[in-house]
């Protein structure tokens, strides 16, 4: 067995010996790439019996203090019952007045379905696996700081939602 690679015959044990690398870079970025589960919620993954009808909200925020009060607006004027949904927001980074706006908004609007956590990474991909860490539903949203989503999204989400299936929707 023989074969060109850029002008260069390989032999048969060359060939073999490139494909072993290959396959061993494969899984050194498979394990770069793939989220790390903890072991706090491997069983809830294995068993979604544990989790909540319902669907959690995850928003990372990097100062978005001048963009969070339209997202969170939009999730208060859900069609879904508050009993069905959590919105966990993840700070991320550097910290600004998104807090103290968050928090303000949860006293003033008496609501017990928001969780506000705080990452030192500026990283919304990190962020997001907080989020998912810390999710109690069976299923899961994710939206963007500066997003606002229509005042039925999460009811019709959550009625298009089963298990093994991706709902994708635009906003």
């Known amino acids: ?89 993840i700070i991320n980074g550097e910290k600004d007045s998104t807090e103290s706006i968050v928090n303000d908004f949860i006293k003033k609007n008496q609501l017990q379905n928001i969780r506000l956590l705080y990452s030192s990474k500026a990283s919304a991909s990190s962020s997001r696996n907080i989020g998912i860490q810390n999710a109690e539903r069976e299923y899961t949203v994710f939206l963007d700081d500066d997003d606002y989503v229509s005042s039925n999204f999460l009811e019709e989400m959550l009625t298009l939602a089963q298990p093994d299936t991706s709902v994708v929707a635009q906003i």
């Open 1 to 89: 067995l023989r074969s060109f690679q850029g002008g260069n015959v390989l032999n048969k044990q060359e060939i073999l010996t490139r494909l072993e690398e290959i396959q061993l870079l494969k899984k050194k970025i498979k394990v770069m790439v793939t989220p790390t589960i903890t072991p706090k919620n491997y069983e809830k993954l294995q068993n979604n019996q544990n989790f909540k009808h319902g669907i959690s909200v995850i928003i990372p925020t990097y100062k978005g203090e001048k963009v969070i009060k339209k997202c969170l607006d939009s999730l208060y004027n859900q069609t879904l019952k508050k009993e069905l949904f959590d919105v966990i927001i």
